[in-house]
């Protein structure tokens, strides 16, 4: 029985191994050049291992689409899968868009954000401004430490639609400093 299925399949399953190898060296190419490009831009691990988690996803889906037109499945077939699939993620997305927003400006953000952890910034919004130093930049939203020791937590989305100043590069490293001196 298991012979017979190795037989049968014998072309579909050496195509696939050959898909396997080369999406995880693709994979591996990928999440070498984001690393190394993170690190060089001063970026933190979590916010690399992130956006290596979301590109390893992608690279999952794309290969099992891949693998179902191996073993002969239609484009139609596929294509109402998919389409029932994408209508209800759709509908169930749409009510949550705003964390959508802020996941895509959280990628966004990771490839093109002039500030780092410990940068001072002002945001200048006329209904809350702040002015603050970044703690942390996480896939939905930045850690944003306030004059009075506050944390507020600040949307992805937003960091991207209002403007923002910077105040003072490495602020936190002066933070740190003054708590050192005081003790």
Do not use: C
């Amino acid at each position: 029985m298991l012979f017979n299925f190795f037989k049968d399949y014998q072309s579909e399953l050496i195509i696939s191994a050959i898909l396997l190898i080369s999406l995880l060296i693709i994979r591996f190419i990928i999440h070498f050049t984001i690393t190394k490009v993170a690190r060089n831009t001063g970026i933190n691990e979590a916010r690399i291992r992130l956006i290596r988690r979301y590109i390893t996803v992608t690279i999952f889906l794309f290969a099992v689409l891949i693998e179902s037109f191996i073993f002969g499945t239609e484009f139609k077939e596929i294509a109402v899968v998919f389409s029932s699939i994408f209508a209800v993620i759709g509908i169930g997305l749409f009510a949550i868009w705003s964390i959508l927003s802020n996941i895509t400006s959280g990628i966004i953000m990771f490839f093109n954000f002039p500030y780092k952890v410990g940068d001072k910034i002002a945001i200048h919004d006329k209904d809350f401004p702040i002015t603050a130093i970044i703690e942390d930049i996480r896939a939905f939203q930045l850690h944003l430490r306030i004059e009075n020791g506050d944390l507020v937590t600040y949307p992805n989305n937003l960091m991207l639609q209002k403007a923002v100043t910077l105040v003072e590069k490495d602020a936190i490293d002066d933070v740190i400093d003054d708590d050192s001196e005081a003790v």
